[in-house]
């Protein structure tokens, strides 16, 4: 079993829809958790970077972490065209800088 | 401010043949990680290195070597090349503060093994 799990998708939605994306965990001691965005032909972009449980707002993307339940989310509210992208979840321990990466799911937003 | 440099972009090998992928981070990065991306497997950690040193390492075979200069430029190496090998790999810099670091990728050098 994978330490990060990831729906790859793909999921298509109509421009101005919510999207939400999802990954579950297995390691206790993750800490910190990151939402990367990915283009085709292109290196992975920081999206959202939140440390341990809670909400954390910017712009359209909102990224929540429950440590509890082992399971965090991005949300897209009023999604465009130009969100058509893999998003993969991304998280670390406390220690270290060794990266655990979901597989990435893979939007289209249909115009 | 330059972003992380990955060359070259784009290469074709045979198998048995042996590949040198270089990164060069943003300015002021010490740390330099190295992944592999596949549709399958998503992103693995290869290594990372630190002041010229390999502070971790993931669970790849030992075809797979890397290492990293004063200037915290770095290189990684596959010999031996298999089909399997076929992939994007990425090279990620960063500050390598206390607590968690947020890693910047390059483009990726993306390898094809006939």
């Known amino acids: 079993q994978k330490e990060v799990e990831q729906d790859p998708g793909p999921l298509s939605v109509p421009e101005g829809a919510i999207v939400s994306l999802n990954c579950t965990y297995s390691n206790s001691a993750f800490q910190y958790f990151m939402w990367y965005r990915q283009y085709s032909r292109k290196g992975p972009e920081l999206l959202m970077y939140?440390?341990?449980?809670g909400n954390k707002e910017d712009g359209r993307f909102t990224a929540q972490v429950d440590k509890s339940s082992k399971y965090i989310s991005l949300f897209i509210r009023d999604s465009q065209p130009s969100d058509s992208a893999t998003y993969l979840c991304a998280m670390s321990k406390s220690t270290g800088n060794q990266f655990y990466f979901g597989t990435g799911t893979s939007l289209t937003v249909i115009p | 401010k330059a972003g992380v440099t990955q060359t070259p972009r784009y290469l074709i090998k045979t198998r048995g043949q042996q590949v040198t992928l270089s990164c060069s981070p943003i300015?002021?990065?010490?740390?330099v990680s190295w992944y592999q991306q596949t549709p399958g497997q998503g992103l693995q950690f290869l290594f990372e290195y630190f002041s010229e040193t390999q502070r971790n390492k993931g669970n790849f075979p030992g075809r797979f070597s890397g290492r990293q200069f004063s200037n915290s430029r770095s290189e990684m190496n596959v010999s031996t090349l298999e089909l399997g090998d076929s992939a994007l790999y990425l090279c990620a810099s960063s500050l390598d503060l206390s607590g968690a670091n947020v890693l910047t990728f390059g483009a990726g050098s993306r390898l094809t093994v006939l």
């Open positions: 300015s002021g990065h010490r740390s």
């Open positions: 939140t440390y341990s449980s």
